[in-house]
C-alpha cells in the first residue's frame, strides 16, 4: 500500500477491538436514502398502508435469513441480534405509528418510516442510559431495512473492492458490520458508539480490530487513503509516511511472532519458577468465545456475563431454558475446569427500567446487581433454576454481582435455597450443592470481607468498579483519566485484606478485572496472595509466561513492600525496577 497525497494525521479514540490494520480507506455514510414526502389523497392511503405493510413483510424476511446465516456461520448469540431486530417490525406501537402517521398526514409511507424513525432516534440519542443510547443503532438499521424494502435498494457489497480494506463510517449497524466482516474489511473506523455496542461485539467476535469515539472522522478521510488503525491503543493514523507504515508492519509482524511464541506456553502448567501453582481463567461475553479459552490453555472461565443474553433476547426476556442450554453448553466444554456464570448485571439499565418503570439519575450507582435480583426475584428465578440445573452436567459456580451488606447475601442465599427445594419437589435433576460466590466491586464489601467469607463459597474481585468506586475516578473521563491508578497503595491494602479474609475461611479467591491482564499487575497480584487470575483468553500465555519466569517468595516481599508506599507513582517505580531485577535474577538461576 502506497501513501497518498495530504499530511499525516494521528487521531486517538476508544480502542474497542484489538489488533493492528492496515489498508484503504472505504466510507460509509450511513444516512438515510433518498427520501421525499409526497401528499396523499384520501382515496390513496388504503393502498399507501397495504403498502407499507408489505415492506415489513419483505423487510422482516430479510432479517430474518440474515438470522439464519449468522446462525449457522456464528452461533445463537449473534443471530439473536438480528432475531430483536424483527421484533420491532412486529412491535404493534411502532408499526401503528407508523401506519397512523401515513394515514393523518396523509403522506407517503417512504416519509412516514423517515419521520417516526427520527423521532424515536432523538429520544434515544437524549436518554442518559449508555446501553438505551446504543440502541438507537438498532433502530436506525430496522429503519434502513425497511425503506430499502419500499425503495427496493440493496445492501453495501464490497466484493469488486481489492485489497484490505479499513471501513470509516459516522455509524455502523450490526447487520452491516456482519455483512462487511466477512468480506477483505480488515478493521472499522467508527464516529459512533461503544464497549457494549453490538456493533463492538460483533467485530470482536469477527476478531476485527475496531476504533470508536472519533466523531467527525469521515470528514478528514476520502475513499482509497491509507489508514492504519492500532485497536490496543485506539490511535488512528491517516496518510501515514513510508516509515510510520513500515514501523506499523513491523509492529503487526511483531505481534502476530510473538503471539505463536506464546502460544507454546499453552500446554504448559501455570506454574512460578519456584513451582507454586496458579489458575489462570478466561472472562468471556460470547458462546463462540469458548474455543478460546482452550486455545490459549486458560484454566476455564472464571467470569460468565449473563447480561449478554439479556441484551440478545430484548425485548423479551430470556426463558429458563434458554439460560439452561446456554450454562450446560459453557459447563460441558470447559470441563474439567469450573465455568463460573455472574448473574444479571447490566448497569441499572434497561431491565430495570423496564420492569420497575423507574428512571434514575445514576443507574451505575442505583438498582443493579443483586439488588435489581431481589426487588424482582420472579424475573429471576429461571436464571437461578437454570443455574442449579446446567450444574447438574459439570462444575459450575454462581458469581452475585455488586454486593454491599451481608443482608444481601443472605436473602439470595435463601431465595436460592427455595428455588433448589422447589426443582426437588418438581423432580427436575439439579446440584443441590451450587456454590455461590459473590463479586467483590463495592469498598464496603471489601472492608466487611472478613464476615462476608463466612456466608459464601467463592470470592472474585472485579477490580474495573473497585478502582473506580474507591477512588471516585471514572476511567473513561479523560478529565481524571489520570487518577484512576490501580496502583494505588489504599486499593492494594484493601486487595490484601479481602485475600487474607478469604484464605482464612477457607475459600477461594480470584480476580477477573481487567488488571489481572497487565504485565506489571499481575506479578504484585500473585505476591498479594492470588493463585487464581482470570482475564481475556488472549491474554493467558503472555500473563503465564511472565509467572513462570517468576518466584513467589520474592514476588511477596516486592508486594510488602509495595504496601509500605503513600503514592501509586511511588508503587509504580518500585515495582518495574524490582520486576526487572527479579526477572534478571530468575533468568540467571535457570
Excluded at 376 to 397: C, M, N, T
Amino acid at each position: 500500500m502506497a501513501t497518498q497525497h495530504g499530511p499525516m494525521q494521528e487521531l486517538t479514540g476508544l480502542g474497542v477491538s484489538s489488533g493492528i490494520a492496515i489498508g484503504r480507506a472505504v466510507c460509509i455514510e450511513t444516512r438515510t436514502e433518498e427520501v421525499y414526502r409526497f401528499p396523499l389523497a384520501a382515496e390513496e392511503l388504503d393502498a399507501e398502508v397495504e403498502r407499507f405493510e408489505r415492506a415489513i413483510e419483505a423487510a422482516r424476511d430479510e432479517i430474518l435469513r440474515v438470522r439464519d446465516k449468522v446462525e449457522k456461520q456464528m452461533g445463537d448469540e449473534l443471530a439473536a441480534v438480528f432475531e430483536a431486530h424483527s421484533l420491532f417490525l412486529q412491535d404493534a406501537t411502532f408499526v401503528r405509528r407508523i401506519a397512523g402517521r401515513i394515514r393523518e398526514e396523509q403522506v407517503n409511507a417512504e416519509w412516514a418510516v423517515y419521520r417516526t424513525a427520527e423521532e424515536l432516534g432523538e429520544q434515544f440519542a437524549a436518554m442518559e442510559d449508555d446501553y438505551l443510547r446504543e440502541r438507537r443503532e438498532d433502530l436506525r438499521d430496522v429503519a434502513h431495512q425497511l425503506l430499502r424494502s419500499l425503495q427496493g435498494i440493496s445492501h453495501h457489497q464490497l466484493s469488486e473492492i481489492e485489497g484490505d480494506v479499513v471501513v470509516v463510517a459516522d455509524l455502523l449497524t450490526p447487520s452491516d458490520a456482519l455483512r462487511l466482516g466477512r468480506g477483505k474489511v480488515v478493521g472499522f473506523v467508527i464516529e459512533t458508539g461503544g464497549k457494549t455496542s453490538h456493533t463492538t461485539i460483533i467485530a470482536r467476535s469477527l476478531k476485527l480490530p475496531a476504533i470508536t469515539g472519533l466523531p467527525g472522522v469521515l470528514s478528514q478521510v476520502t475513499d482509497e487513503d491509507p489508514v492504519i488503525l492500532d485497536g490496543e491503543t485506539g490511535t488512528v493514523i491517516l496518510h501515514p509516511t513510508d516509515e510510520v507504515l513500515a514501523d506499523y508492519r513491523r509492529r503487526r509482524s511483531d505481534r502476530i511472532r510473538r503471539d505463536r511464541e506464546l502460544m507454546s506456553t499453552c500446554a504448559l502448567s501455570a506454574r512460578t519458577a519456584d513451582g507454586v501453582e496458579l489458575e489462570l481463567m478466561a472472562n468471556i461475553d460470547l458462546p463462540e468465545e469458548v474455543p478460546d479459552v482452550r486455545r490459549y490453555g486458560a484454566a476455564g472461565i472464571g467470569l460468565y456475563r449473563s447480561e449478554f443474553l439479556y441484551i440478545e433476547k430484548s425485548p423479551e426476556l430470556p426463558s429458563e431454558e434458554d439460560h439452561y442450554r446456554l450454562y450446560r453448553q459453557l459447563v460441558e466444554l470447559t470441563a474439567p475446569h469450573p465455568a463460573i456464570i455472574r448473574t444479571y448485571d447490566l448497569g441499572g439499565r434497561k431491565l430495570a427500567s423496564k420492569l420497575l418503570n423507574v428512571h434514575e439519575e445514576n443507574p451505575v450507582l442505583g438498582l443493579r446487581g443483586v439488588r435489581l435480583t431481589l426487588a424482582q426475584p420472579e424475573v429471576f428465578k429461571p436464571q437461578i433454576r437454570a443455574l442449579y440445573r446446567a450444574a447438574s452436567h459439570g462444575d459450575l459456580w454462581a458469581m452475585i454481582p455488586l454486593v454491599s451488606t451481608l443482608e444481601e447475601v443472605e436473602r439470595f442465599r435463601s431465595y436460592a435455597t427455595s428455588i433448589a427445594e422447589e426443582l426437588q419437589r418438581e423432580g427436575i435433576e439439579h446440584r443441590r450443592d451450587l456454590p455461590i460466590g459473590i463479586m467483590i466491586e463495592v469498598p464496603c464489601a471489601a472492608l466487611i470481607a472478613d464476615r462476608l467469607a463466612r456466608e459464601v463459597d467463592f470470592f472474585s474481585i472485579g477490580t474495573n468498579d473497585l478502582i473506580q468506586y474507591s477512588l471516585a475516578v471514572d476511567r473513561n473521563n479523560e478529565h481524571v483519566a489520570d487518577l484512576y491508578q490501580p496502583l494505588h497503595p489504599g486499593l492494594l491494602r484493601m486487595l490484601r485484606f479481602v485475600i487474607d479474609s478469604a484464605r482464612d475461611a477457607g475459600i477461594s479467591v480470584s480476580v477477573c478485572g481487567e488488571v489481572a491482564s497487565d504485565i506489571r499487575v499481575a506479578p504484585l497480584l500473585v505476591g498479594l496472595g492470588l493463585r487464581r487470575l482470570s482475564m481475556s483468553p488472549r491474554a493467558v500465555p503472555r500473563i503465564k509466561t511472565r509467572l513462570r519466569g517468576l518466584r513467589v517468595s520474592d514476588l511477596e516481599e516486592i508486594a510488602q513492600r509495595c504496601l509500605e508506599f503513600g503514592a501509586a507513582s511511588e508503587v509504580s517505580a518500585y515495582l518495574d525496577q524490582a520486576l526487572l531485577n527479579e526477572a534478571r535474577s530468575s533468568s540467571t538461576v535457570s
